[in-house]
């Protein structure tokens, strides 16, 4: 479609897409808590939780995906596929999730759900500098710079810069990872089913990381709270990335992706609500968090020449 014009239509995109927004805002605190429920505390048992987390929304997608015969009829599974398959779960779950794991153990959830708007700005920055994919312009230089001002001031102890590696580090690691994963996704989209090639990558980058964390010694003390959470985090990935990319592909880009500045906001009110984490709220988060989700609206606003094409 090239305009949304009809009520009913905005309607559902406005609920699917902040449920989307909705389910990727708890991940931070989700993960907290299965990180108590299943007695994690070594990275070894984070990157074996991890896994088992993707293995089975991996499994979701792909059940949901082969339900549907229109489906099955035009998969073609080629060499592409595969190499395509390969690519993204070295950057889109094995990559991205290592260090999100790691660096989510050693920060708060708030800092975690602040940091998750990054990947916006590195995606802009691949896909303009690296991969020349897009062009550059004034309005999307300034989205990078409030960006990166927000992670800045987010980090500032009163005059001086606060900064773990194993925290704010690896979750900046992660936002590049998905920033690269965000890219090959739209280059691997041109020739394969994003909802197949997201079940798969899913799959593979879970077994490579539950692979890795049993090499390294990990072990989960399971419990039905623990399994209780972790299918919930399964069916964040599941189901958050297969609605959303449902949407693209019924809705103009630049009218999905204005909702994803939300995601930082419900992390935070997650975080407040259920872990508590009322010390880590002050003028200075919320600046932080200003700065960036503004930066993430400019960016996503559509254009006079983007609204009268409908793209």
Known sequence: MNQISDKQSTTRLVILALFCCLLWGSAPVLIKLGYEAFSIHETPSILLFAGFRFMLAGVFVLLFFISKKKNRDQLHFTGETSEAIIWLALFQTFGQYFFYYIGVSNSTGV???????????????????????????????ISCILGFLGILVMNLNGFQFSFSFQGEGMLLLSQICSAESAVLIKLFSKKENTVFLSGAQFLLGGLMLSALGWVMGGSLIFSKTGLFILLALSFVSAGAYTIWGILLSHYPVSQVGIFTCTIPLFGVLFSILVLHEFDAVN?????????????????NRPTRSKKQKGT
């Open 111 to 141: 800092s975690a759900s602040i940091l998750s708007g990054a990947s916006c700005f590195f995606a802009l920055v691949l896909a303009s500098c690296i991969y020349q994919i897009e062009k550059m312009s004034a309005v999307k230089v």
């Open 283 to 299: 003028i200075q988060t919320l600046f932080s968090l200003i700065l960036i989700v503004s930066g993430i609206i400019l960016l």
